[in-house]
C-alpha cells in the first residue's frame, strides 16, 4: 500500500488549502484513512479520519466547522478541505491508512503513512 499526500503550500491566516492522500496498492473498502500533523518541537497529533465503507468522520476539537474530510471513490483519495486557518495550523500534514475498521485516533493504529505534504499559515 502506498499513500502520497499533495496540496500543501503557504496560505494567509483566514485562507482555506485542499490535501490530497491517493492511495493505490490495495483496495480500501474496509480502511480506515486518518490525516495527522506535526508541528515544529511538537509530538504528531490526530487532525481527522473516515472509514473508506461510510458513516461519520471524526475530529481533532480545534478543527471542528473549519476542516472536512471526504472520499473520492474515484480517484481512490481521501481529501482535507481546511478553511479559516490559523497560524496554529502550521505543520507538516501526513496521510494514513488502516485495514482495522476499528482504528481510532492513534497514530499507531495506522500500518500505512504517506511522506507528508508541509502546511504553513502566515501573513
Known amino acids: 500500500v502506498q499513500l502520497q499526500a499533495s496540496g500543501g503550500g503557504l496560505v494567509q491566516p483566514g485562507g482555506s488549502l485542499r490535501l490530497a492522500c491517493t492511495v493505490s496498492?490495495?483496495?480500501?473498502?474496509?480502511?480506515?484513512m486518518g490525516w495527522f500533523r506535526q508541528a515544529p518541537g511538537k509530538e504528531r497529533e490526530f487532525v481527522a479520519r473516515?472509514?473508506?465503507?461510510?458513516?461519520?468522520?471524526d475530529y481533532i476539537d480545534s478543527v471542528k466547522g473549519r476542516f472536512t474530510i471526504s472520499r473520492d471513490g474515484a480517484k481512490d483519495s481521501v481529501n482535507l478541505q481546511m478553511n479559516s486557518l490559523k497560524p496554529e495550523d502550521t505543520a507538516v500534514y501526513y496521510c494514513?491508512?488502516?485495514?482495522?475498521?476499528?482504528?481510532?485516533?492513534?497514530?499507531?493504529?495506522?500500518?500505512?503513512w504517506g511522506p507528508g505534504t508541509l502546511v504553513t499559515v502566515s501573513s
Open positions: 496498492g490495495r483496495t480500501l473498502g474496509w480502511f480506515v
Open positions: 494514513a491508512a488502516s485495514t482495522s475498521g476499528s482504528a481510532g485516533r492513534a497514530a499507531y493504529s495506522y500500518a500505512y
Open positions: 473516515v472509514r473508506w465503507s461510510g458513516g461519520s468522520p
